[in-house]
T-cell receptor
Framework: EAQVTQNPRYLITVTGKKLTVTCSQN?????MSWYRQDPGLGLRQIYY???????DKGDVPEGYKVSRKEKRNFPLILESPSPNQTSLYFC???????????FGDGTRLSIL | RKEVEQDPGPFNVPEGATVAFNCTYS??????FFWYRQDCRKEPKLLMS???SGNEDGRFTAQLNRASQYISLLIRDSKLSDSATYLC????????????FGTGTRLKVLA
């Protein structure tokens, strides 16, 4: 089944404790992206990747890192999480950058 | 001015009604446009792409007006299952593929 898989689905953690949210897609998509969704602000793009080893900042990259060492994986890293990063996070992918994206189920992250 | 703007609603309509949403965008260089629907904080799901000539998929019709920089979504014969938040998405092509989402329009179809 074609899908975008994020893990974990839910995480409660504390300020400053490094965490990684994984994202994997099995559709051989070139384009992958991370979004956060907050009430009243909609989805905002954090980082995106056009292909392996190619990443670029979205609208809200501060406090996040990403890597794209393999085509299928695009992890989101929070080196020193803070409470303002509490949010609902979505990973998405598309065959190419100009095509519609498929979204993962989301990761609900709470940072205390 | 926001790059992509939508009326947040909610739009409360009876079953069988026709409802239309508009979405304005500010970047005249934008090349790709989409409508997604999102149910109660679940993942967004593609409803339809929006093409320059307009396109239709069953009860749904999407239109693009480049001169006035807006896209629209028309839903005919609304069903209870159409209740959701509709997100307009605009891709700003500035050498890379960056997506801007509207904050969404809530639709509630009433029995």
């Amino acid at each position: 089944e074609a899908q975008v898989t994020q893990n974990p689905r839910y995480l409660i953690t504390v300020t400053g404790k490094k965490l990684t949210v994984t994202c994997s897609q099995n559709m051989n998509h070139e384009y992958m992206s991370w979004y956060r969704q907050d009430p009243g602000l909609g989805l905002r793009q954090i980082y995106y990747s056009m292909n392996v080893e190619v990443t670029d900042k979205g609208d809200v990259p501060e406090g996040y890192k990403v890597s794209r060492k393999e085509k299928r994986n695009f992890p989101l890293i929070l080196e020193s999480p803070s409470p303002n990063q509490t949010s609902l996070y979505f990973c998405a992918s598309s065959l190419q950058g100009h095509q519609p994206q498929h979204f993962g189920d989301g990761t609900r992250l709470s940072i205390l | 001015r926001k790059e992509v703007e939508q009326d947040p609603g909610p739009f409360n309509v009876p079953e069988g009604a026709t409802v239309a949403f508009n979405c304005t965008y500010s970047n005249s260089a934008s090349q790709s446009f989409f409508w997604y629907r999102q149910d109660c904080r679940k993942e967004p799901k593609l409803l339809m792409s929006v093409y320059s000539s307009g396109n239709e998929d069953g009860r749904f019709t999407a239109q693009l007006n480049r001169a006035s920089q807006y896209i629209s979504l028309l839903i005919r014969d609304s069903k209870l299952s159409d209740s959701a938040t509709y997100l307009c998405v605009v891709e700003s092509r500035s050498g890379t593929y960056k997506y801007i989402f509207g904050t969404g329009t809530r639709l509630k179809v009433l029995a």
